[in-house]
């Protein structure tokens, strides 16, 4: 089964940079999409950020537009997300998840099938 595990979180000042990375083991994620997403404390897992097995699709939430950005390196089987310009309401458990799929699958939680167990990040001053 495919394993995902996140790695990059941390505690950054407001206006920082953090970059995630989502790694794989056992299989290639050559041929799965990959999306990022986050839950914050009380709210609802919400999607941040998705990308197709080829990298020619991704997909940002309004709210990181412009400030984040993904990506992937297939031939190290990961996948980033470089968050620039951080915000304290950017706060939340950061995951990635990977579906069996040519094309991106959205920001929808429920399209995706396997889960890595998240990163902390903290945007705090």
């Known amino acids: 089964q495919l394993q995902l595990v996140e790695s990059g979180g941390g505690l950054v000042q407001p206006g920082g940079s953090l970059r995630l990375s989502c790694a794989a083991s056992r299989f290639s994620l050559d041929y799965y999409a990959i999306g990022w997403f986050r839950q914050a404390p009380g709210k609802e897992r919400e999607g941040v950020s998705c990308?197709?097995?080829?990298?020619?699709?991704?997909k940002y939430a309004d709210s990181v537009k412009g400030r984040f950005t993904i990506s992937r390196d297939n031939a190290k089987n990961t996948v980033y997300l470089q968050m620039n310009s951080l915000k304290p309401e950017d706060t939340a458990i950061y995951y990635c998840a990977a579906t069996a799929f040519r094309y991106d699958r959205g920001l929808d939680p429920h399209e995706y099938n396997y889960w890595g167990q998240g990163t902390q990040v903290t945007v705090s001053s």
């Open positions: 990308i197709s097995s080829e990298s020619d699709s991704t």
